[in-house]
C-alpha cells in the first residue's frame, strides 16, 4: 500500500503511528510518500519505507492535517509551508484523510481571518503580491510576505519558492473562480485551497474519552449523529495525545478515486433524469386531467349558452308575433342582417329569400329537406331594393334561428321546457332524426293563430300548444316539419313571386 504522509504537527503522529504498527508487525507491505522534507527526515527516523510520485504515482491513502475546513469539506492547508508536495501527493491519492481539531472548523474558507498560503517564485514577489490582493480587492484582502521569525528574511518552501499568506476581510466568493484567478497569474505555482479532495475528515473534539490506539475505524466508532451531509461519529481510540478527551469523527460519502466519482456522479445524474421523467409524467396527466375538465366544462358552458339562446331566441319570436309587429313565422338566415334580426329595431328588412335553405342546411350538416323545398333561390338583394318589396310582409322580424335547430336536438327538451317535455314530447322520439326546432308552445300558438299564416297550414296538423297534451307522434312532428317549411315558402313566396 501506498501511503501519502502529511505535514504538520497532526499529521506528524499519523506518521508515528503508521511506524508503530510496521514495528509491531500489524502493518505490512507500506511505502509512504512525503509531503515535505520535514516529514520525510521523520519517516527516515521511523525507518518508514519512502517512494515518490515517479515511482508510484497513484496513492493509495493519504494523511494529512489542515489549517481551515469549511462545510463542503474544502480546505485551506500550507500554513506549515508544504502546500505544493501536499497537493501534488494527495491529488493522485485514492482515499485522502484529514485529521484536524475543532479549532478549524469554519463556514467559509479564509473565514477565520488567518492566512491563505500562496507559494509563488521569488522573482519580482512584490509584483506577484500586488496582483494578487488586486484579485481579492472587494474581499478586502491583503497579501503579506511570510517571512522566517524575526529575521525578516523570507520563507523559501521545499521548493525554493516564496509564500504570500493572504488575508480576508470578507468572503472570497466562488473557491473556484478564486481558484483559478490566483493559478492564471504568472508567478503563482499553487495556492493552498484543496477543493473538494477530501474523503474523509476526522475532528477532534471534546467528546468521549481518551485511550490511544490504532486509526481509528468505522468499527470503533461509539456513536454518531448525522449533520446535514456530514456523519459525525464518536470514536475514542485515537488522537490521545492531542486531546485528551477523544474525537469526533466526519466521514463523508465522498468517493475517492476519479472513476468512483464520475460513477457517482453518472449515478446521481440517471437519478436526477429518473426523477425529473417522473416529474414530467405527473405533469403531463394532470395537464391531460385538467383539460378533460376544461373541455367538460366548455362543452357545459356551449350547452348552457345554447339553452339560453334558444330560450332568447324563441322569446324574441313570441314577442314579435304577438305583439303584432311581425306576421312572418319563420326566416331563415346566417347573420342578423339575413335573418332579419335588426328588422326588430327598424334598421333592415330582411334579405329576400334570405339564406337559401339548401346551401345553409347543408353547411351545417342537416338534413335536407325534399323537393320542392330545396329548391329555394337564393336573392342577395336586401328586401327593400327589391322590385317587389312592396309585397313583402311590413316590418318582417326573425322568428327563429335555424342555424340553431343543429343545436337544438342535443338539447333535452326538459332542459328548454319542462311543460313541452312532459306534455307533449314522446321520450322515444329522436329529435335529431326528426329535425325540429324548439318552439315554445305559446308561439306555436300564436303562429297557428296568425291569419296571415292560416291558409297555408294543412288541416290535418295538430300544432302543439301548452294546453295540448296529445302526445306527438313521428307522424305529427313531419307534419309540423312540413308547417314550418310551408310557412317559410309563405315569407318568401310572395317575392320569389
Ligand atoms: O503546510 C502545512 C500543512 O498544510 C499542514 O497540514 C497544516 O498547516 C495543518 O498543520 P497542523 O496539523 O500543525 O495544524
Redesign the pocket.
Known sequence: MVVGL???????HAVDKIAELLNLGKLNNIVGIP??SITHEQAVSLGIPLSDLNKHPIVDIAI????EIDPQMN?????????LR?KMVEAASKKFIV???ES?LVSHLGGTGLAM?VEIVPFCWKFTLKRLEMLFIEAGCVGKLRVVGESGEPYVTDNGNYIIDLFFKGDMGNLKEASDAILSLAGVVEH?MFIDMANTVIVAGNLGQSNWGCLCSISEVKCSVTVGPIHVAVCYNWYQRRLSRGLVMVETQKESTPNEGISRLEHQMQTFMEDSQKRMEMIEANQQRMNAENLKKQDDNSRRLDVLLSHMESEKRLDAVTSGRSRVALVYGNSPSERGDSSVSGNFRPVSSLVTPISFMANRGMTLPPAPFNTIPHFPLPMTQHPQASLYPPAPTSLANIARTSSFPSIPPSVTNPNFATQNVNPSINQTQVGLPYLPPLADQAIANSSFLQPNIPQNIQPITQNNTQTPTNSSYEALKLKYLFQSLMVINPVVG
Open positions: 502529511g505535514t504538520g504537527s497532526t499529521a506528524k509531503t515535505s494529512d492535517g489542515a489549517d480546505l485551506v492547508k500550507g500554513r506549515g509551508g508544504s502546500l501536499e485529521i484536524v481539531d478549524k498560503p493552498g
